[in-house]
């Protein structure tokens, strides 16, 4: 039974009769704090406690090796249970931080991926638009380009018309002038030759007229054919000569037949008229 005792070993290392002695002291310790409580002070009597000794047993030194040593291997073993669980926990947590780092990482290369695809898609759109704005220029420019080939054209043409109508025009204006020209030098010549005439008519030389002489005169007449004066502009030398042709040219007007002729055709022509009076036709 002794040896029994000494095998049981209870939790810290007290014995078990240490063990059984405080749970008895303390079973009999509430029991008169009890009776005490349930009682009246005058009626209580005295309850003189039971007295129980503890013995105390010596332990065998080698049983108390070996419990050491069972408690140090114990010990250690609990220790290399607590390291492998602490290795376990550290391998687990180093794993999950690993599986977190590498979700996160993952996570990282996703966004980094979506936002490259975003940014390569932007780019896409981006240069789509500038293609497409560049091919609208490029459209409008060359819109722009025919409607001003158009427009050069269509000046062009206008201008050719317009060269060919002035054309028209010029060779129109040309032959009218030359049908006028021609017409007025007739005319001239026609109303030249009447005044010559009407003059030589009107003209009796004087007896001193010879052969070699020559008198200018210078006659201004009106639209009318009336006759504004006339004067000698260059003499023959023969008083009697130049009044005989003076004479001439007032008894020859008026020239009633002027009054036909355009304004513009008198006023160029006969508004002032020279006239050259020389007796080629006499004997001596």
Known sequence: MKDTFNNVVIYNGYPLSV????????AILALLLFLQSSRSADVMEL??????KALLVQENPQVANERVRLERQQQQ???RVREQEQAQRAAEAERQRQEQAQAEEQARAEEQR??????????RQEKERMDAEQLQREQEA??????RQRELAEAQRQQEVRDRERQREREAADAAAAELASSEFEMVQSGTALIQQLVQESWSRPPSARNGM?????????????????????????????????????GAAPFRELQALPINVF??????LSLIFEPEDLLN
């Open 77 to 79: 073993q609990q220790q």
């Open 47 to 52: 309850v003189q406690p039971t007295v129980v």
């Open 142 to 147: 060359r819109a722009e380009e025919q409607r």
């Open 19 to 26: 063990a059984v002695a405080v749970t008895f002291h303390s």
């Open 267 to 272: 006023n160029e022509n006969f508004r002032s």
């Open 214 to 250: 020559r008198a200018i005169l210078q006659m201004r007449l009106l639209p009318t054919g009336e006759l504004v004066d006339v004067s000698v502009t260059q003499s023959s030398g023969d008083p009697a000569f130049d009044r005989s042709a003076e004479n001439a040219v007032y």
């Open 114 to 123: 979506k936002a490259r695809e975003l940014a390569s898609l932007r780019q």
